[in-house]
């Protein structure tokens, strides 16, 4: 192994998501039992303002049920299915929408483990920032120390900040130079970016009073590059298929995995 290489911390990104339906109870956790450090999920807010782990505003594609999360109370939509059936069948029919409170529950029983829970921009447009921000400053306050709340939404960061929030995550659009500054006026805990949008060059990640997370990684080779370059995070779809690389297992097997 490259003594140089700093030990990564692997992200599930919407749990175990290439074997399990995307930001479900089931998949969550199997992405912790299969070695992964943090997991990562998203949040939009049901018609009473409950926190949901959903990723799109839309039902359809992971429940097959029309209409919008923001326009169902919650004590609907966790009796829906979120269990994906254009991709399993009718294998994860019981696994329904899960919320924010059941899901940070699972932290109760991983105590390594970190949540970065994302608040998708949808939520923030349609119940405002300021509410948006105090209901996840509520939630998160008592796992304040193994959460990390993400957004590509900078008011809503910057509001949660002024809330107390203890640690934050930007997700950057673009690799620039105002992208850049942006961050070094935020001065979040960690920045988000899919590798895919820093140019294919030997670029050198930015510096400043941030880790760095990088999505969405499922080759070995290239979580192996960006480990090498600086990143602190790798994201993931694929959490078994990473660390039972051969390549990269003592790396990551290293850090404590598995």
């Known amino acids: 192994m490259d003594d140089l290489i700093k030990f990564p911390q ?15 109870l089931i998949g969550l956790e199997a992405a912790l039992k299969a070695g992964a450090d943090c997991i990562e999920f998203d949040v939009q807010f049901s018609k009473d303002g409950v926190p949901m782990v959903m990723h799109d505003i839309k039902l359809k594609r992971t429940t097959g049920v029309g209409g ?8 609907q939509l966790v009796h829906i299915s979120a269990g994906e059936k254009q991709r399993f069948g009718e294998q994860f029919n019981n696994e329904p929408i899960p919320t924010l409170s059941a899901v ?12 970065f829970v994302e608040i998708k921009e949808e939520t923030v447009e349609h119940f405002g920032v300021d509410s948006v921000a105090q209901c996840l400053v509520s939630a998160l306050t008592p796992y304040s120390d193994r959460c990390v709340l993400i957004s590509f939404n900078m008011p809503v960061l910057e509001a949660a900040k002024r809330m ?12 620039q130079d105002d992208s850049l500054q942006r ?5 979040p805990d960690v920045l988000l970016c899919n590798y895919k949008k820093i140019p294919d060059v030997e670029h050198v990640l930015w510096k400043g009073p941030w880790q760095w997370a990088l999505y969405d990684v499922i080759d070995p ?7 090498r ?10 959490v078994g298929g990473l660390l039972n690389h051969k390549k990269i297992m003592s790396v990551f097997k290293g ?3 598995g």
């Open 183 to 187: 961050a070094q006026k935020l001065k």
């Open 221 to 227: 080779e290239v979580a192996l590059r960006w480990v």
């Open 68 to 75: 919008f999360v923001n326009e169902i109370p919650a004590v």
């Open 10 to 24: 692997l992200i599930a990104h919407r749990g175990y998501s290439e074997c399990y339906p995307e930001n479900t």
């Open 104 to 115: 940070l529950k699972l932290l109760d029983q991983w105590p390594q483990a970190t949540a």
């Open 255 to 257: 850090s404590g995995h």
């Open 164 to 175: 107390g929030i203890k640690r934050t995550g930007w997700v950057i659009q673009d690799w």
């Open 229 to 238: 370059r600086g990143a602190h995070y790798i994201e993931t779809w694929d």
